[in-house]
């Protein structure tokens, strides 16, 4: 009988900068309480409509039931970053300083008993609403807002190297539960879409000798700015649009504390942009110097907009010069695009996780049926050094990640 468990761990604090962790690292599993697994995979959402985690609940479920693999989801650091997940949307010093304006120019009191979020956009599309409908012509009109994004859990987004930690330490913590034989001598699999994808990738960067294959959808392989320093990276090109209530057009960037200036100890430097950088040179030669074990199995769309088709060719071209095991699928013309699989010629395209999954997991399960040690197995101590001597490093003997 395939049963579903949750897990409550101790997390990673953000060594980067400095913050500890008050909330415990939550993941799920599925698996089969009569059969010996098979393996073990990772499902990575990304910021996509997979985030919800009673879609995740039951797709574990499926996989489990289907594959005869114990099939984990965690929720790692800000998984909960957008609205339909739980987040809820906040004004910053420079959202208010810009609302407050628009509130001035329209000659509107707020109401002093009621200055939630809510409350003030509320009574602020209230009067354009009322407003526009004195002229025909404005009835299209929108008036333009920033807003933050805070994600559950008062998490923040760090970006990439948090949340591949916990994904790391949920496997260490799978060992503890007594899926050590399971961890060292089956397939590891792990597969995302978008930031999943992107996580997937650092996944195999940090563990290169841990997953058998990795199997991921659009990734950026720069990191995005906008995602990292929010604002101040660029106000016009936020992170989310979309329209709130009748008359608002809502420009929105998820909680950071990276910051762009030098002074802070929270600057975003060139050894945070670095490490997360899958195309930085010296990153790629260190860890090709790992003689990573991992398959990569990737999709890319060229019409893709939001991470980008010519950095990803550029980073594939990379990891197959230096002997990795590479199968991309580039998606270049909308005849590829059958409508199952794939549904969309943009970016992540679509596609369907229980589809691609079909497509490759039962060879990959055949190929890696005897699966080589992992880092796990072998005491592995990755480590990373970037331009400025700041060093990265994943202890696998003793489950430990540090910053230096």
Not at 49 to 75: F, G, M, P, R, W
Not at 271 to 296: G, H, M, P, V, W
Not at 299 to 325: G, M, P, Q, V, W
Request: a negative charge.
């Amino acid at each position: 009988m395939t049963i579903v468990k949750s897990y409550n761990i101790k997390a990673t604090d953000d060594l980067e900068l400095k913050i500890l962790r008050e909330s415990p690292l939550r993941y799920h599993i599925a698996f089969d309480d009569q059969k010996k697994p098979d393996g073990i995979i990772f499902s990575i959402p990304g910021f996509g409509a997979d985030s919800d985690i009673n879609y995740q609940l039951n797709l574990i479920e499926h996989i489990s039931k289907t594959y005869n693999l114990i099939a984990v989801c965690v929720e790692y650091h800000c998984f909960f970053s957008r609205i339909r997940t739980g987040a809820s949307y906040g004004l910053n010093p420079y959202d208010m300083e810009i609302f407050l304006d628009i509130i001035k120019r329209y000659g509107i009191e707020l109401d002093p008993d009621h200055l939630d979020f809510d409350s003030v956009v509320t009574q602020l599309n209230d009067y354009v609403t009322t407003e526009k409908q004195k002229d025909p012509k404005y009835s299209e009109y929108k008036e333009n807002i920033f807003a933050t994004i805070l994600p559950k859990k008062d998490e923040y987004q760090n970006f990439g190297i948090l949340q591949t930690i916990d994904i790391i330490t949920v496997l260490s913590h799978l060992k503890s539960l007594g899926y050590a034989d399971i961890i060292n001598k089956k397939p590891l699999f792990a597969f995302g879409s978008s930031h999943g994808a992107y996580i997937s990738n650092l996944l195999m960067k940090f563990a290169p000798n841990t997953f058998d294959a990795i199997i991921e959808n659009s990734t950026y392989v720069k990191p995005p700015l906008k995602y990292i320093v929010g604002q101040e990276h660029d106000t016009k090109s936020s992170e989310t649009l979309s329209c709130y209530k009748d008359s608002i057009l809502l420009h929105a960037f998820t909680l950071t504390n990276w910051t762009k200036d030098q002074s802070s100890p929270r600057y975003f430097s060139d050894s945070a942009y670095e490490i997360r950088d899958l195309l930085d040179s010296d990153q790629l030669e260190q860890f090709f110097n790992y003689k990573n074990k991992t398959e990569l199995i990737s999709y890319h769309c060229i019409e893709d907009t939001i991470a980008s088709f010519e950095d990803k060719e550029r980073y594939i071209e990379a990891l197959k010069k230096s002997n990795c095991k590479v199968d991309f699928n580039s998606i270049k013309t909308k005849e590829q695009i059958d409508g199952e699989l794939l549904k969309t010629f943009s970016h992540a395209m679509g596609m369907s996780n229980k589809k691609i999954l079909e497509k490759h997991l039962p060879f990959l399960l055949k190929k890696y049926a005897n699966s080589t040690p992992t880092d796990f197995c072998i005491d592995s101590k990755i480590s990373y050094t970037t331009s400025l001597h700041n060093i990265y490093t994943y202890d696998f003997k003793h489950s430990v990640f540090s910053y230096s």
